[in-house]
């Protein structure tokens, strides 16, 4: 459906209110342990002890004083967080609780608000096989409202068919200079992205996340069916009843997903795997808190 202002709105607070208490969860389970913040910032100056690196002595406050005094530093929390997420037609599939784009909305959503409870700047990138949406990192209560509503109306226009990966995070390498922490969100059933991925693993620290609906693993044993694959239109006529065709099915899916798992993992960069049955914070508590 194409939403009007005011049920777009009212979709965007709803998943505001049913994420938020949610996030606070997330910050209570991690987020702030998680992630550093992006350097060193100077705090106080204080006596001398023994121990302390002489490296930190403020010299001027020492002549002063006339007794040695050291700079005190501490870590600056202050953090760029973006969500970078695949909006393509497959991210439109779901036969479970939700779509992977509701899915999608809320695991964004409540990254997002956790990000902005801590006070860190937010961003967002939504692509298919080209940019569609790039909102750059701010701060603020309509800077979030924003991003809510790119995230709840995905599902609204007809969407591109192609996933690339790859220009995507070629992209966000190119506008995001500053170290960022960057969720990818999506099915990851695209071209090679590999290179692409290692180059955003050396400028920033990046996630994955994977979202999957059963109804990819298993086809049901229900006769005859005609399927049509989201990202290239084409259709096929398929025995679900026949035992070799489901298992044909089930290969396929294992080994798309054996394939991604090894090219994060080539590449150093944690990929967390999420169905669109399951919970998103629960999951995203257990990486947070998992260090």
């Not at 969500?83 to 964004?108: H, I, N, P, Q, Y």
């Not at 400028?203 to 990202?231: K, S």
């Not at 090894?262 to 669109?276: D, E, I, Q, W, Y």
Request: net charge positive; glycine share 6%; proline share 4%.
């Amino acid at each position: 459906m194409r939403y009007t202002a005011s049920s777009l709105l009212g979709k965007v607070r709803q998943l505001e209110i049913r994420t938020r208490r949610k996030s606070n969860q997330m910050l209570a389970g991690g987020y702030h342990s998680r992630f550093h913040g992006r350097g060193m910032s100077f705090s106080e100056v204080r006596e001398y002890a023994p121990g302390d690196d002489v490296k930190t002595i403020d010299w001027n406050v020492t002549a002063r004083m006339r007794t040695p005094y050291v700079k005190v530093f501490e870590e600056e929390r202050e953090l760029i967080v973006m969500l970078v997420v695949d909006v393509s037609a497959s991210s439109l599939f779901g036969t479970r609780l939700r779509s992977k784009d509701e899915l999608m909305a809320e695991t964004g959503a409540s990254l997002l608000l956790s990000a902005a409870a801590n006070g860190d700047r937010t961003g967002l990138l939504l692509f298919s096989d080209r940019i569609e949406t790039y909102v750059p990192p701010k701060r603020g209560k309509k800077h979030v409202m924003r991003i809510l509503r790119e995230l709840v109306a995905v599902g609204e226009s007809a969407p591109r068919p192609q996933t690339d990966v790859a220009a995507a995070l070629q992209f966000l390498n190119q506008v995001q200079r500053r170290r960022s922490i960057a969720f990818v969100l999506s099915d990851f059933d695209a071209p090679p992205f590999d290179k692409a991925l290692l180059a955003t693993a050396h400028r920033h620290d990046a996630v994955g996340i994977r979202l999957w609906d059963e109804a990819e693993r298993t086809l049901p044993d229900v006769g005859l069916l005609t399927v049509q694959d989201a990202e290239n239109g084409a259709c096929y006529r398929i025995d679900s009843s026949d035992k070799a065709t489901r298992a044909a099915y089930a290969k396929g899916f294992d080994e798309r997903t054996a394939y991604t798992e090894a090219v994060f993992r080539h590449c150093g960069v944690p990929l967390l795997s999420l169905s669109t049955t399951e919970e998103p914070v629960r999951l995203l508590q257990n990486f947070f808190m998992s260090r």
